[in-house]
């Protein structure tokens, strides 16, 4: 909800960074993966209760996933890129809850598995629109030049960062506020299912 806000802020800087690491030889793919490095990182850094130093983690590896898309789009966008990009990011929003649940099972269990599961409804809801997005030959420019179909919704990028942040300040907090973002993520889904139903009828 918020990303497309946030663009014409981010980007320039972004952009610029991005153009200096491009002609410093740096791959998007590398600062795809260094972000995927720093993710994992939070991860365990949560695992361990170390929450002050996941939240740097976890903004260093958003920071990562912005500039890899600026080095993209100076060394050109690849669609390979764009596949790693967000595998890459799956693999992070499904490490952070998994490192809460590590922490305290007997706490987090429930709440976690929940928050996993309304991930991976939203991320196939995500994905599948963009699969028919392709093949209907769509295209949107709302949240930047991607390689993929991005669909708006009432969480996205902005939020979840914003969420794993607020959980890493407030751990004690993770069952409440892990079943709350779950049941906004099913929503979110939910919503994306009727637009892709008025969108692809046929």
Same mark, same amino acid.
């Given at each position: 909800m918020l990303d497309r806000h946030l663009r014409p802020i981010i980007d320039p800087p972004l952009n610029r960074l991005g153009g200096q690491m491009a002609r410093m030889g740096l791959s998007a793919n590398t600062v795809t993966l260094v972000g995927l490095g720093f993710g994992v990182a939070a991860a365990l850094a949560v695992a361990s209760g170390f929450f002050l130093l996941a939240v740097l983690l976890i903004l260093l590896s958003r920071l990562a996933d912005g500039l890899d898309g600026a080095v993209a789009r100076?060394?050109?966008?690849? &669609?390979?890129?764009?596949?790693? &990009?967000?595998?890459? &990011?799956?693999?992070?929003?499904?490490?952070?809850?998994?490192?809460?649940v590590i922490l305290d099972p007997g706490a987090?269990?429930?709440?976690?598995?929940?928050?996993l599961l309304s991930f991976y409804v939203n991320a196939g809801s995500f994905l599948g629109f963009a699969i028919l997005a392709e093949k209907q030959k769509?295209?949107?420019?709302?949240?930047?030049?991607?390689?993929?179909?991005?669909t708006s919704g009432l969480l996205?990028?902005?939020?979840?960062?914003?969420f794993f942040l607020l959980l890493c300040l407030l751990p004690g907090w993770f069952a409440v506020l892990a079943l709350g973002y779950g049941v906004l993520c099913l929503i979110t889904a939910a919503a994306r299912v009727l637009l892709a139903a008025k969108t692809f009828r046929d």
């Open positions: 100076a060394h050109g966008v690849t &669609d390979f890129g764009g596949y790693l &990009d967000i595998t890459c &990011d799956y693999v992070f929003y499904a490490a952070i809850p998994l490192a809460f987090n269990g429930v709440a976690g598995a929940f928050l769509m295209h949107t420019e709302v949240h930047g030049r991607k390689s993929l179909y991005f996205e990028g902005t939020e979840t960062i914003a």
